[in-house]
């Protein structure tokens, strides 16, 4: 029995260890990221460049933060465009792989993207 709880203490510890470790990465990046933000002169972009630190911070706090794989990035464009089919989603893709033209911000309410392709005649 000394055995077993000997084994989950050490399990523990190691869990904690590292939890630590990711607090302290995620506590750096996130100074980081308010030095970024101190640079931006728009007000607007300003509170929410710091609120997404802060929300970040918040994030990896709970182990809920993921930003060492762009796979989540990838699987989300990729989600965006299983509405089309063939050459609409060629288009979409293109689109979100940042081809094309690119206007507006969140901030502003949303991001249109267009891309201009020949059609050729039937």
Same mark, same amino acid.
């Given at each position: !029995?000394t $055995?077993?709880? $000997?084994?989950l %203490? !050490?399990? !523990?510890?190691?869990? *904690? ?7 302290a990465?995620?506590?750096a990046?996130?100074?980081?990221? !308010?030095?970024?933000? %101190?640079s ?9 460049c710091r *609120?997404e630190?802060?929300?970040a911070? %918040?994030?990896?706090? @709970?182990?809920r933060l ?10 989300? *464009?990729?989600q965006?465009?299983?509405? $089309?089919?063939?050459? +609409?989603r060629?288009?979409?893709?293109? @689109?979100m $792989?940042? +081809?094309g033209r690119?206007?507006g911000?969140v ?5 249109l993207r267009?891309?201009? @392709?020949p059609?050729?005649?039937?």
């Amino acid at each position: !029995m000394t $055995h077993k709880f $000997h084994w989950l %203490a !050490m399990a !523990m510890l190691t869990s *904690l260890a590292a939890q630590a470790d990711t607090l302290a990465d995620a506590q750096a990046r996130y100074k980081e990221d !308010m030095a970024a933000c %101190a640079s931006i002169t728009d007000n607007d972009a300003l509170k929410t460049c710091r *609120l997404e630190a802060r929300n970040a911070l %918040a994030e990896a706090k @709970r182990n809920r933060l993921d930003d060492t794989s762009d796979s989540a990035y990838s699987k989300n *464009l990729s989600q965006r465009c299983d509405v $089309h089919t063939g050459d +609409e989603r060629a288009a979409c893709e293109a @689109r979100m $792989h940042g +081809e094309g033209r690119t206007e507006g911000s969140v901030t502003e309410g949303g991001i249109l993207r267009e891309i201009a @392709r020949p059609i050729p005649k039937p």
